[in-house]
């Protein structure tokens, strides 16, 4: 006896309406079919919510006061002749940034801890020496652009604003208890200062057709150029923001799926699944082209006021002498007289939130080096007091001005910084022993190192042709500089052998691949909470 097996009736709704003519036939399979569509929108964008942060949280590296300092100095001494600068270096910053991503995603580990595994033990603790000293050196633009900031809004001497950057983010980093979502929330506060730039913008209507000319045509020309395009790199590409992001992806949950870190596929777009890499590409990159849109406005207002034709013999002056501290007279026309007020508000706006990514950038390092913890607030206080000495002689001596030259020299310290990150990162990502199938492609395997190198080979231009006219131009006492020659050009060379060996040293260390699941029993991920979005994503079987 055989048992007949019917599908279930279909409703169907029709009707003839006065034309004569049948409605399109209703199927409520299509209501359901809508309804799955919809909730797998929806879960999608709940996860890729639940992995936006650290791209964002990186980004505030690219805005704070060493950038808007360079970027002052860059259109007030060159219009816009380098704005190829900040568009190439945005650029390479996103590949990097995601190549840190990826590193992080596919291996599990930061890329501090990475080295440490890979590098003999005196190359480690350089290495780590080296990371140490960029966090630091970026800390001082933080330093004097706070100082800068107290010195607008109460009139404190800069010395005194300098001695109280000691302890002001400590009230910030309070937050820290937290986690790390949290705190991605304060990359708001530097959208204030955008939204002034952006606004003079529409006043001094810079010429499209000049800035288009400087986006897209290189050039180095007028005094001072290879120096302030060193500063500019400096500022946008960060080593320490190269660990901090390799780090900060390992808070956020992978999905249970060899496509959660499967690079290769972040673009397919038969993939039903969504890639980890993907999601943090995305974020990284509406963060990063966020931080150009700024960081144009700022040489676009800095070079259109500074080389008007009717410009004021005062303006004149203050763009002579130009800095984050008398920078607030380029906002007049959109503040008016609260210019000042309002710009020093989002001045320490911004020092302040920077701050917070060097903290943990150096937490991360050191943790990644020396497998040493330290508290945050400890952390903190310990690079701030050392940032602040040379922060506090210059502005004793050389005052407003002298503390805007040292912001310029930190950012050029960035910038020579860069190799002993950002070579370990391109041979990481780029060979098999680490990343296995997912390591680079060929594509961008050849425009990282062509890019790296060329950065490489402009400092190492600058400070050999810089150095040798000093001493060919210097005053001192012929002894003096045989003595100063005998000192530093033996740390020139150093410096690029390092680099060299850097390079062509062959990685001997595999690493397994990452387990697509949350290190739950890492230490230093245990303050990074999981969010009510990540949660519900991991909940959720739309995965």
């Known amino acids: 006896m055989s048992v007949m097996l019917h599908e279930p009736p279909v409703n169907h709704i029709s009707a003839i309406d006065r034309s004569g003519i049948a409605p399109p036939v209703i199927n409520s399979k299509d209501y359901n079919l809508q309804e799955i569509n919809a909730k797998k929108d929806a879960a999608g964008w709940r ?23 360079t970027d002052l100095q860059a259109g007030a001494d060159h219009r816009y002749e380098l704005l190829w600068v900040i568009l190439i270096g945005l650029i390479f910053a996103l590949v990097i940034q995601s190549l840190a991503v990826n590193l992080g995603v596919c291996t599990g580990k930061h890329l501090s801890e990475i080295c440490k595994a890979e590098y003999p033990i005196f190359m480690k603790y350089c290495l780590w020496l080296l990371a140490e000293i960029a966090v630091i050196a970026a800390d001082i633009p933080e330093v004097i652009g706070t100082a800068f900031a107290l010195n607008i809004l109460f009139k404190l001497p800069l010395w005194v604003g300098v001695l109280l950057t000691g302890f002001s983010t400590l009230l910030f980093l309070g937050i820290q208890r937290y986690g790390v979502r949290k705190l991605e929330g304060i990359a708001v506060l530097v959208l204030v200062m955008a939204g002034c730039f952006f606004g003079e913008m529409s006043y001094v209507k810079p010429p499209a057709g000049d800035l288009l000319k400087g986006m897209f045509i290189p050039k180095l020309g007028g005094r001072g150029a290879t120096g302030d395009t060193i500063a500019l790199l400096g500022a946008l590409v960060m080593p320490h923001n190269l660990f901090l992001h390799s780090a900060l992806v390992l808070s956020r949950r992978i999905p249970n799926s060899v496509h959660g870190v499967n690079v290769s596929r972040c673009m397919d777009k038969d993939t039903h699944k969504y890639d980890a890499c993907r999601y943090f590409l995305i974020e990284s990159g509406f963060a990063l082209f966020v931080a150009f849109l700024i960081n144009v406005s700022i040489v676009a207002v800095s070079g259109t006021v500074c080389s008007g034709k009717n410009i004021s013999s005062d303006s004149l002056d203050r763009c002579n002498d130009l800095s984050v501290h008398s920078a607030s007279f380029l906002l007049r026309n959109v503040l008016g007289n609260s210019s000042s007020t309002l710009y020093a508000m989002a001045l320490l706006a911004s020092g302040q939130s920077s701050t917070i990514t060097g903290t943990y950038a ?24 050392i940032a602040i000495m040379p922060s506090l002689i210059v502005s004793i001596i050389g005052g407003s001005s002298g503390a805007g030259r040292l912001i310029i020299i930190a950012s050029m310290i960035l910038s020579f910084e860069l190799p002993f990150a950002l070579i370990p990162l391109l041979k990481f990502s780029s060979t098999t022993t680490k990343m296995g199938p997912h390591k680079n492609s060929t594509i961008i395997i050849v425009f990282s190192w062509v890019v790296g190198v060329g950065i490489i080979g402009i400092n190492i231009h600058y400070l050999s042709t810089t150095f040798v006219n000093w001493l ?28 060299l060996y850097l390079m062509f040293r062959k990685d001997v260390i595999t690493l397994e691949p990452r387990k697509l699941d949350r290190n739950a029993d890492r230490e230093d991920l245990a303050d990074i909470p999981y969010s009510a979005t990540e949660m519900s994503f991991v909940n959720s079987s739309v995965i």
């Open 47 to 69: 996860t890729f919510l639940s992995f936006v942060g650290p791209g964002f949280l990186v980004s505030l590296g690219y805005l704070d006061p060493g950038n808007f300092e």
């Open 362 to 385: 150096g937490q991360f390092i050191m943790q990644g080096f020396l497998e040493l913890k330290m508290r945050k607030w400890l952390r903190n206080l310990i690079t701030r007091c």
């Open 472 to 499: 060919i131009h210097s005053t001192l006492p012929k002894v003096a500089i045989v003595f100063i020659g005998m000192l530093v050009f033996p740390v020139m060379a150093i410096y690029v052998l390092s680099v």
